[in-house]
Each structure stands twice: as C-alpha cells, then as structure tokens.
C-alpha cells in the first residue's frame, strides 16, 4: 500500500478517534424529586449492600446488580426516591423512581438519555405503566410492559432496573 | 490522468467523512465484517460509507480499496432494506504465477505478471494495472425472526442480489447473535452461501459458489466504545460444485458508537492455514499456506462510517 493511500485511511480515522460524547440532562435530581415528591422533604440515606445482600436481590429480581452503592432519599410522611443508572446502547441512562410508603412505584422520570431511538420512553404514557408496580409484578417487556420502536435494549433494561430497585426494596429498605 | 481523477475522487471522499465527521452527533455495527440482528427501526434511515483496503499477495504488488455507499431503511421493526453502490480503485503489477505453456495446469518456477480479479480481462499482463471501476448495485433485504434483547438468541435471514458489468451474484446469510453483561457483550455468527456469475472474455458467464462464516466477539469497555475480534473462513467452489479452496482470516475490531452517528474499523490478517483442493488452486493460489491467486489477500482492513436519520 502507497504512502498516500495510507494517508487517505488515516485522515477520516483521525477525525473519528476524537469525538465529543453528546450529554443531554434533561433532569437534575432536585428537578426529579419535586417532580415526583411535589411539596415534600427528602433526606439522603445512601444505601451501601453488603454480599449477603447483593445476592439476594439478584437471586429476587434476576437481574445482575451493578453498583453496590444505591443513591436513596427519605421522603417525608412515608415512601423513597431513588436515583440509579442502567445500561443504555451505547451510554448508560440514568432515572428515578419514587416509591411509596408501601413500596409500590410512584412515579419514574428519566434523568439522562442519549440513544439515536427510543426518546419516547420519557413519554409519560410509557412511563405510567410502571406506576403501582410492586416486587411482586412479572415487570417483563411485552408482558406488563410494552416495548418501544427501536428502543428494545433500553426498554428492557429500564425495565429491568425498576424490578432491581423493588427487590432492593425489599430486602435493604423495608425494615429500615 | 486516471491517477489525477481517482486521487480527486479519494479526496472527496476523505473530505466528506471528515465533514460529517465532524457535524453529526453521535450510534451503530459493531463489526466491521460480521452482521448482528440489530436493524434500523421502522420509518428511520441510514447512511453508510464503507471502505475496505486489502493488499499483498505471493509477489509483486497487488492493492485494492472497495467503497460502498449503502443506504438503509426500516420497513417494519423487523424487516430492513437496504440500496448499495459497489466500486474499486485496484493497483496490480506481477502479482500473479504465469502457467506453464506446455503444461497449463502448472506454473512457471518465479515467473509472474499482472492478474488477478480486478483487472480487466484484455489487460498486457506484462505491463502494471492502475483503475477505478464501478462494479455493481446491491439490493439488500434483512428480516429479522427473534431479537437478541427479548429471545435467548437473536436470528435474522438476509438475502442480497447484486447486479453489475463484470459480475452479478445472490447472497444468502443466516444471522445469529448472542449477548450477555447487561448486552455489552454481543457474540454473532454468519453463515453465508454465494452464487456469483463472472464475465469470461468470450461473453460466456462462469458460475461459482462461496460458503463462508464469520464470527465476532465484541465488549463495551467504557461507554460509547466496543472492541472485539473477528474471524472469517471462505470456501470457493468451482462452478458451485467442485471445492477449490478454505482460507481463513482473524483480527481486531473496534467500534465507536454515539448518538447520531457510528464508525468501526476492523483489520484481517490471512492465516497461513489455507488448504487448496484441486490442482489449480495449489499451482496457481496456494503459497506457504496462504490462499491468494484471484481471490485472497494478505491484510484487510475495513472502516464503515454510519449517520442515522
């Protein structure tokens, strides 16, 4: 191969090899939990999950936990509002879910997204369909939950984090 | 003067990549050989340049780049079409074994001229070959039977006929995808079966059939960026029926994928464990365990850039 066309290669690779990453927040914290908590008062209660704990939730929800630390508020007069990130195409998507006192979903907002396809999950009209949603709900794609054109992978795996975060109700903040 | 056009052409081209490069956003392919399921979502687009270098054979020098500019579009979630444009620039100068005149099925002992599948029939194989040409227009249909994020597996079929002066061909693949690690970990399989019908001098078309696989592994490091490996093994049958040759490739994949806008590059090193099976392939491709002759090359690397809309 020539000089020049090694250089023709290399010209269009060196552009690409430096790209900006695309960071859209569409929500801070404070703004997700006045959304979803109007009027109340949130305390921060970061959850750290001991082995013990990470196990069962993963063996409860049947989804691999990430992180072993879990942003979590109190929200007075009863309920949680929790910040957590799930993996997305190409970056992660972060959102919050809101429970109430008897750990069933509030309400979830998505935070972060970043994907070509699938805006549509910050709809509210997917969204509601988490709202009543307990650890004791089949939480699948398709079955409770309706997938979006295009967006499968981060469908599903906002779906997946939601049943997460009810296990991990369940077995870190119940008794708490 | 032919040197002055295809370097304005190149140009261009390198031009355009860096403009767009530089303007989009940020998505998608994670390989640059091997197809997953994944497919472009119904009512979108995409616009995808490919360009594949490939070079070096037993001798002499042999060097081509392939351009592809394919356009995509979702019928449906689940079933894609896609409009491509196939077209070469080739450099070849005593890159291929001359037979022997008193004996055609063998070769003269270091003896080589100008040959090789992109050089136009009719070409003075004494002297080097330089030219672009325009090969063929593809029309490409993917549809896929279940999706790797709600399945255990993902399986797409894709059909593909390509029309051109010198060579029209079918292409047929069974796509497989398996992931893993919250999809951050994507294994595919291609199981490919091609019937090409090549322009002899006489006008007459000669038929031959290509079974090949690819296979590639690919991990999400960090966000936006996946790296992998591939892996290519080709099977070439006279006139579809008789085996000629096995030659099999392996190399690094890397993908860049944003929101708007996608890129993978990925190179292939021939292995010296090619098998030739008939008398012409081992006299004429065969060398040191390498299948070259009209089909292989040593190195192939592979950029495909993709813009979504």
């Given at each position: 191969?020539?000089?020049?066309?090694?250089?023709?290669?290399?010209?269009p690779i060196s552009a690409l090899v430096a790209p900006s990453t695309f960071a859209?927040?569409?929500?801070?914290?404070?703004?997700?939990?006045?959304?979803?908590?109007?009027?109340?008062?949130?305390?921060?209660?970061?959850?750290?999950?001991?082995?013990?704990?990470?196990?069962?939730?993963?063996?409860?929800?049947?989804?691999?936990?990430?992180?072993?630390?879990?942003?979590?508020?109190?929200?007075?007069?009863?309920?949680?509002?929790?910040?957590?990130?799930?993996?997305?195409?190409h970056e992660?998507?972060?959102?919050?879910?809101?429970?109430?006192?008897?750990?069933?979903?509030?309400?979830?907002?998505?935070?972060?997204?970043r994907?070509t396809?699938?805006?549509?999950?910050?709809?509210?009209?997917?969204?509601?369909?988490?709202?009543?949603?307990?650890?004791?709900?089949?939480?699948?794609?398709?079955?409770?939950?309706?997938?979006?054109?295009?967006?499968?992978?981060?469908?599903?795996?906002?779906?997946?984090?939601?049943?997460?975060?009810?296990?991990?109700?369940?077995?870190?903040?119940?008794?708490? | 003067?032919?040197?002055?056009?295809?370097?304005?052409?190149?140009?261009?081209?390198?031009?355009?990549l860096l403009i767009c490069a530089s303007t989009a956003q940020s998505h998608e392919?994670?390989?640059?050989?091997?197809?997953?399921?994944?497919?472009?979502?119904?009512?979108?687009?995409?616009?995808?340049?490919?360009?594949?270098?490939?070079?070096?054979?037993?001798?002499?020098?042999?060097?081509?780049?392939?351009?592809?500019?394919?356009?995509?579009?979702?019928?449906?979630?689940?079933?894609?079409?896609?409009?491509?444009?196939?077209?070469?620039?080739?450099?070849?100068?005593?890159?291929?074994?001359?037979?022997?005149?008193?004996?055609?099925?063998?070769?003269?002992?270091?003896?080589?001229?100008?040959?090789?599948?992109?050089?136009?029939?009719?070409?003075?194989?004494?002297?080097?070959?330089?030219?672009?040409?325009?090969?063929?227009?593809?029309?490409?249909?993917?549809?896929?039977?279940?999706?790797?994020?709600?399945?255990?597996?993902?399986?797409?079929?894709?059909?593909?006929?390509?029309?051109?002066?010198?060579?029209?061909?079918?292409?047929?693949?069974?796509?497989?995808?398996?992931?893993?690690?919250?999809?951050?970990?994507?294994?595919?399989?291609?199981?490919?079966?091609?019937?090409?019908?090549?322009?002899?001098?006489?006008?007459?078309?000669?038929?031959?059939?290509?079974?090949?696989?690819?296979?590639?592994?690919?991990?999400r490091?960090i966000r936006n960026w996946s790296?992998?490996?591939?892996?290519?093994?080709?099977?070439?049958?006279?006139?579809?029926?008789?085996?000629?040759?096995?030659?099999?490739?392996?190399?690094?994949?890397i993908h860049y994928g944003g929101q708007r806008w996608w890129a993978s590059i990925?190179?292939?090193?021939?292995?010296?464990?090619?098998?030739?099976?008939?008398?012409?392939?081992?006299?004429?491709?065969?060398?040191?365990?390498?299948?070259?002759?009209?089909?292989?090359?040593?190195?192939?690397?592979?950029l495909?850039v993709g813009f979504n809309?």
């Open positions: 191969m020539t000089k020049s066309e090694f250089a023709f290669i290399a010209l859209v927040q569409y929500l801070t914290v404070d703004q997700a939990q006045r959304a979803i908590f109007p009027g109340k008062s949130l305390t921060a209660a970061p959850a750290k999950l001991a082995p013990a704990q990470r196990k069962a939730i993963e063996q409860a929800s049947g989804v691999r936990v990430l992180h072993d630390e879990q942003q979590v508020w109190r929200v007075s007069g009863g309920g949680w509002f929790i910040v957590d990130e799930v993996v997305g195409k992660f998507i972060t959102y919050a879910v809101g429970l109430n006192a008897n750990g069933s979903v509030k309400q979830i907002e998505v935070m972060d997204y994907e396809y699938g805006g549509e999950i910050r709809n509210e009209n997917w969204r509601a369909q988490f709202v009543g949603k307990t650890s004791q709900s089949p939480l699948k794609l398709d079955r409770d939950i309706k997938n979006i054109s295009g967006a499968t992978l981060s469908c599903r795996h906002i779906t997946d984090g939601v049943k997460r975060l009810l296990a991990f109700y369940e077995i870190a903040l119940k008794r708490s | 003067m032919l040197c002055i056009v295809c370097m304005k052409f190149r140009l261009a081209i390198a031009v355009s392919a994670i390989f640059a050989w091997t197809y997953t399921t994944d497919l472009t979502p119904k009512g979108h687009g995409e616009f995808e340049q490919w360009i594949t270098p490939r070079w070096e054979k037993e001798h002499g020098s042999y060097s081509v780049i392939d351009f592809r500019e394919e356009f995509e579009y979702g019928i449906t979630d689940d079933f894609q079409i896609a409009l491509y444009l196939n077209h070469h620039y080739v450099y070849a100068n005593d890159d291929i074994p001359v037979a022997n005149p008193v004996h055609p099925k063998r070769r003269l002992p270091s003896v080589y001229e100008t040959g090789g599948e992109d050089v136009h029939a009719g070409h003075n194989p004494a002297t080097p070959f330089g030219s672009y040409h325009f090969e063929s227009v593809s029309f490409e249909s993917i549809y896929r039977l279940l999706s790797p994020y709600k399945a255990p597996i993902g399986l797409a079929l894709y059909f593909e006929p390509s029309v051109g002066d010198q060579e029209s061909e079918l292409e047929w693949k069974i796509l497989l995808q398996k992931n893993w690690l919250e999809d951050r970990l994507v294994w595919a399989l291609n199981v490919n079966y091609e019937l090409e019908f090549e322009k002899e001098e006489e006008g007459e078309w000669e038929r031959d059939g290509v079974f090949e696989w690819f296979t590639g592994i690919s991990y490091f790296a992998g490996l591939e892996f290519w093994n080709h099977h070439e049958f006279a006139d579809a029926t008789v085996h000629e040759h096995s030659a099999y490739f392996i190399g690094p994949t990925g190179f292939l090193r021939q292995l010296p464990t090619g098998q030739a099976f008939n008398q012409d392939n081992k006299e004429f491709a065969a060398h040191d365990g390498y299948i070259f002759g009209d089909e292989h090359e040593e190195y192939y690397v592979r495909k809309f």
